[in-house]
């Protein structure tokens, strides 16, 4: 079992390569900008994940308190009492990387596999595979990332090839056949060496998507029907260098900054073209965190740690903060 503990420091100690990473060309450094760490009143909070995980992505169910966590090491998917801060082991080892989650209302799990190219389906209560999609064409090379739902279609990024898959849902739940998965190629975004397109969301009206280039630290509006994809006008801020995991809230857009350690807080119009910097959150305990939930007013961030050159027998954590809104 393990608790929930207060942090220790986690310097950033050099960028070192994992899946690629390193090879990344860094954006334009960043515009200066305040940044705040969490309140004081309500100080940040770790959970203790198990040694050698690699964290990656998180879901929540909000009526049980219960984290859906996928680890980047060996496609391990954990639960997490959000509660008391103890974890286990919902799905085994895939013998690659697990990244995005996504849950749904039907308690299914969407599960991104990387470079396997692959769309797993778990049932969220006993880990049972409903499904699993292979994605087009992936001999040719994919890096399946992550995961939303627009007009009852799934969307999942591709970080190694300009294409979004597409996965039509059944109205009541019911999964589709193994050959649904459509492959929707996209203009507008060119694509460089290391981690491209990432986390991804819907615009606030609900009518497009909205996608992180990692490399460049450009975020997009993407049309769900032509692929073609726009840069999101930034006020305040030149780019979301090494963005990572996206959270949206109404028209408060979040984005999570694994290699520079920092939750970034925009303000996003109704149809997603512009977003103007709120604030930048970070804390001493962010070590490369990948994406955001949250659950009974904190944000839960898992810490994959990119900055190590051997994660095999390093501690990893789930940092908490208190959420904003």
């Known amino acids: 079992m393990t608790l929930r503990t207060r942090p220790a420091l986690a310097g950033l100690i050099g960028l070192t390569a994992i899946l690629g990473l390193a090879a990344c060309t860094s954006p334009t450094a960043p515009s200066t900008s305040t940044t705040s760490p969490p309140s004081a009143a309500s100080p940040v909070e770790t959970i203790k994940m198990p040694v050698g995980s690699v964290p990656e992505g998180i879901a929540v169910d909000e009526a049980t308190g219960t984290a859906y966590v996928t680890s980047f090491s060996d496609g391990t998917v954990y639960t997490v009492d959000l509660l008391d801060g103890t974890y286990d082991e919902l799905s085994p080892a895939t013998g690659g990387a697990s990244v995005g989650i996504l849950r749904t209302d039907a308690d299914q799990l969407f599960v991104a596999g990387g470079t396997a190219g692959t769309i797993r389906v778990l049932d969220a209560k006993s880990g049972k595979v409903l499904a699993v999609y292979t994605v087009p064409d992936v001999e040719a090379g994919a890096l399946v990332n992550d995961f939303t739902i627009l007009h009852g279609v799934l969307y999942a990024t591709d970080s190694s090839r300009p294409v979004l898959y597409r996965l039509p849902l059944g109205t009541n739940s019911e999964l589709p056949p193994a050959d649904a998965i459509e492959m929707l190629p996209l203009s507008g975004i060119t694509f460089g060496q290391g981690f491209n397109n990432n986390g991804i969301t819907t615009t606030p009206d609900g009518a497009e998507l909205i996608v992180v280039q990692t490399n460049t630290g450009t975020l997009f509006r993407v049309d769900e029907t032509t692929g073609s994809a726009t840069p999101i006008a ?60 949250r659950y009974d007013g904190r944000f839960y961030l898992p810490n994959a740690r990119f900055t190590l050159k051997d994660s095999t027998d390093a501690d990893f954590i789930i940092s908490s903060i208190p959420a904003k809104g």
Do not use: H, Q
Not at 251 to 275: E, F, P
């Open 234 to 293: 930034l006020d305040g801020l030149d780019n979301v260098e090494w963005g990572d995991g996206l959270l949206r809230e109404g028209n408060t857009l979040y984005v999570v900054r694994n290699m520079v350690n920092t939750l970034t807080v925009l303000d996003l119009d109704d149809a997603g073209t512009s977003a103007k910097l709120a604030e930048n959150i970070t804390t001493d305990d962010f070590d490369s965190p990948t994406t955001v939930a």
